[in-house]
């Protein structure tokens, strides 16, 4: 699209490789680490403090990641400490390596919600699934050979990739102003993909901090958990997006969570909003007869879902479910097998 049309552009073509730093705006250094699945990096921001360095998010914890800040900070920030972390959101990819800053010196600056979540997560080691898990995969109507492998293995667990979270952080609030890399930026919250996600827009030119909340060219998962089986993060998205777009202006440089930089952010809210109003449409349609999350894929991904990719789309698939019972679209009711069945209202 043509410069001015609102198109969606990306400024830095290339991304960073691992170990190296691009000055995407005046003090504030574009980062990567990797991330050992499909969506295989997260990026990470480093803003110039002058005597120190604000970290914003930083990858998993893993002796790769410590490896590559390593280089980093003897390289791109070499001479200067780190002395804040800002997590965005409480997910492993963005808090890992938190508590391994803030036992450096850094202090950490969180959303309330987010530090409640990595705290209690990383706190609640399980080496089996727990009875609420299985419960939440039946209710999901789970394919019975995943569940079956599912309820003999450790599962995925928070403390394996986040590093142990100290007592005492600062609260990043919605409506709140923070000076970062010599800028003045308005806080504020989205929801959806996280609890209390934190952006950051700048009020001394156009630069957005985005995390997962704002990202281009791929959907943040909207996820349910067996923690709150019975959340809407897709509602809770759609308001987050309906509330940025009058924020939002088509110069705003995002430096996102995952992908590259990009510009036009108006547009990309209204694609972010109608991708999942066309996903409940398509669902709807597909709810003509009575069918669990593990039968609703092929509507709302278009595509054939392999196993590494089974346990994020089954939770989108419940947070769909969930938004289209929630806002009277849907009935449901349990079946024998122990899975809600969802069918158009
Ligand atoms: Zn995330």
Redesign the pocket.
């Known amino acids: 699209m043509p410069d001015g049309a609102g198109g969606i552009r990306y400024p830095f073509a290339d991304p960073p490789a691992a170990g190296q730093a691009i000055e995407v705006a005046d003090g504030i250094l574009w980062m990567r680490l990797p991330l050992p699945m499909a969506l295989d990096h997260v990026n990470v921001y480093a803003l110039d403090d002058g005597d120190g360095w604000t970290v914003v998010d930083t990858g998993f914890a893993s002796a790769r990641s410590k490896a590559i800040w390593q280089s980093l900070l003897h390289g791109p920030l070499a001479g200067k400490p780190v002395t804040r972390v800002i997590v965005t959101?409480h997910?492993p990819?963005?808090v890992g390596l938190a508590g391994w800053f803030v036992a450096q010196g850094a202090a950490l600056h969180m959303p309330r919600t987010g530090w409640l979540m990595a705290r209690m997560l990383t706190l609640d080691a399980q080496d089996r699934p727990t009875p609420e898990t299985i419960t939440f995969y039946e209710r999901a109507g789970m394919a019975a050979d995943e569940l079956a492998r599912r309820k003999a293995e450790r599962p995925f667990n928070f403390a394996d990739c986040v590093a142990p979270l100290p007592l005492g952080y600062a609260r990043l609030r919605e409506g709140d102003t923070i000076r970062l890399g010599g800028r003045t930026w308005d806080i504020r919250m989205g929801d959806g993909?996280?609890p209390e996600h934190a952006t950051f827009w700048s009020r001394d030119d156009a630069v957005v901090l985005g995390?997962?909340q704002l990202l281009p060219s791929i959907s943040?998962?909207l996820g349910v958990y067996p923690t709150e089986p019975d959340a809407d993060p897709v509602g809770d998205w759609i308001v987050s997006c309906e509330r940025f777009q009058p924020l939002a202006r088509p110069d705003h440089l995002v430096l996102g969570?995952h992908k590259l930089p990009f510009t036009g952010l108006p547009l990309r809210l209204s694609q972010m909003i109608d991708n999942h109003h066309g996903a409940l449409d398509r669902l709807s349609a597909h709810l003509d007869q009575p069918r669990a999350a593990g039968e609703c894929f092929m509507p709302l991904f278009k595509r054939p879902i392999g196993p590494a990719e089974y346990g994020l789309a089954l939770v989108e698939a419940v947070a769909h479910l969930n938004h289209l019972h929630q806002t009277g679209r849907a009935i449901r009711h349990l079946r024998d097998d122990g899975a809600w069945a969802f069918s158009a209202a």
Do not use: E
């Open positions: 959101h997910h990819d963005h993909h996280a995390g997962d943040a998962n969570g």
